[in-house]
């Protein structure tokens, strides 16, 4: 057995030895999250579930940093594919449309002729359109193409627009532009990034309006347009992480089966390198072996908003590592000595490394390697909640964790070589 | 936001699995009890009823009829 000479001597590891990995530094964690390896080897760190269509993939720690996550997340699926064989696949009408689904053989003037058409006609004289929402979200990227055909028969109309999921005529929140019919079926293919989530308008458009094609128009009343092969196709999406994996082997692996509360990872098609929690988010209860104190938890991570209270993770039904309302990190716990003990002020949008111990009236909350000592309570461990705690009053996490790493001990010994591993990773201080 | 309120929380699980499946959740493709299973959860409220955020469902036009905008939630424990 190896025993390193600070060990022997009984003093505090001052620095880890190149290479060596936080599990190497300190092995037994009760459990250990980051995009990283914290093990040494090359493990399963995150599963994502990418937005678009819901896939979901394992990636280890060098599928994060290779990219190959963000491409998974960023991988061309077509979100709406149109469907007029049957109806109108969903389009509603305005008070100034009739659609029609459903049309073979509609044929231009060149001999083009196509089946499964939607049809529009124009049922007034003012602005024409028809909508759906094909699932678009505000700040992702799509490419949207199709075909359409305005017959040189109509008196006025000879065009489309589509439209962003944004209020007001403004031809800005159009990012077809302009789109022209010469009375032949006419493909088109954009793309765009949503300023807006919502229905996406295919509005009928008039050229001899000029700058404003998407006017009303005296006499269009009845023009028609035909419509096939709508295609919208997402190319930057977001991720969101479905489980953070434990690196301990304990398998106490983070997971959110719930959609609506998983922490994203991939925001508008850019890694974060953080697991974003944006007040809602968090992981289901973990059990632990109950654990009496002392217990440490190692955290790297930042709120998006000062001056209010959100929480880190919990690690009993009233303990728990937080962002408190007085701008100051604190730590908290039950049982004898019940209390709050409060660390360094914060500041919004900064990442901080910290080290939580707690162990009574000898507890620590360390900040960026600074340490506040006093109280907490005596209870120990048995649960873990990350991205929020049990403790009434603690709002879920508004803000990135980076790494979070539980020991059902007392690391003091060992806290100068792991904040000199993780610092030396994240520059945090 | 649009809820709708269940007596049970079997019950409102059991339309959270429903509109799961029918989005394509990874759980339900997979078969494997591995992935995401619901769009969303429902949380508990003061009256000990239970209420599942439908905003984002496809509802029928029985459950449309039946949606309400907002619920008391169960409150917290004691706070710090």
């Known amino acids: ?429 | 936001m649009l809820y709708l309120i269940y007596a049970s929380k079997e019950a409102a699980i059991e339309r959270a699995d429903e509109e799961g499946k029918e989005i394509g959740f990874d759980y339900w493709i997979e078969d494997n009890g591995q992935g995401t299973r619901w769009l969303t959860y429902p949380d508990e409220t003061i009256d000990h009823m239970w209420a599942l955020d439908v905003t984002n469902y496809d509802l029928d036009d029985s459950e449309k009829s039946s949606t309400v905008d907002h619920y008391t939630p169960l409150p917290d424990p004691d706070e710090d």
Do not use: C
């Open chain 1, 1 to 429: 057995m190896h025993i390193s000479l600070d060990s022997a001597l009984g003093r505090q590891r001052r620095l880890n030895s190149v290479g060596e990995s936080v599990l190497q530094i300190a092995p037994n964690a009760a459990a250990a999250y980051s995009l990283r390896s914290l093990t040494g080897g090359d493990p399963t760190v995150v599963r994502v579930r990418r937005k678009s269509d819901n896939a979901e993939q394992d990636f280890t720690a060098s599928g994060v940093t290779s990219g190959a996550l963000t491409s998974f997340v960023n991988e061309d699926v077509t979100i709406y594919q149109s469907d007029f064989s049957a109806g109108v696949n969903g389009f509603a009408q305005t008070s100034t449309t009739t659609l029609t689904g459903n049309q073979d053989g509609v044929s231009d003037s060149a001999g083009t002729s196509k089946d499964n058409v939607l049809k529009v006609v124009k049922a007034g004289d003012a602005q024409g359109y028809i909508q759906r929402d094909q699932g678009v979200v505000a700040g992702l990227t799509y490419t949207v193409s199709g075909s359409f055909f305005a017959p040189s028969a109509n008196t006025s109309v000879d065009g489309i627009m589509i439209k962003d999921g944004l209020a007001g005529s403004s031809l800005s929140n159009y990012p077809s532009g302009y789109l022209v019919s010469d009375g032949t079926w006419k493909d088109f293919s954009f793309s765009y990034t949503a300023a807006s989530d919502g229905n996406q308008r295919v509005q009928l458009g008039v050229s001899s309006l000029g700058s404003n094609p998407n006017g009303s128009s005296t006499g269009s009343s009845g023009d028609i347009v035909y419509i096939a092969d709508l295609k919208f196709v997402e190319t930057i999406s977001n991720g969101f992480v479905e489980t953070w994996y434990d690196q301990s082997g304990n398998s106490n692996d983070a997971v959110q089966e719930t959609a609506g509360s998983q922490p994203k990872i991939v925001s508008s098609g850019s890694l974060l390198n953080e697991l974003l929690f944006e007040g809602s988010q968090l992981f289901d209860t973990i059990s632990l072996d109950a654990s009496a104190q002392p217990n440490s938890i190692f955290t790297v991570s930042n709120t998006k908003v000062a001056s209010q209270t959100r929480g880190i993770y919990g690690t009993n039904i009233s303990q728990a590592g937080y962002y408190r309302s007085s701008n100051k990190h604190a730590i908290f716990s039950t049982g004898t000595g019940s209390a709050t003990l409060e660390g360094a002020a914060y500041v919004a949008d900064r990442d901080y490394l910290r080290f939580d111990l707690f162990n009574g009236a000898s507890s620590v909350l360390g900040v960026d390697g600074a340490t506040t000592s006093g109280t907490t309570g005596a209870d120990g461990l048995n649960r873990l909640d990350i991205g929020d705690s049990t403790l009434g009053g603690v709002s879920p996490l508004n803000g990135g964790i980076k790494e979070l790493i539980l020991y059902a001990s007392d690391q003091s010994a060992n806290r100068a070589a792991l904040e000199t591993n993780i610092n030396s990773h994240y520059s945090i201080f």
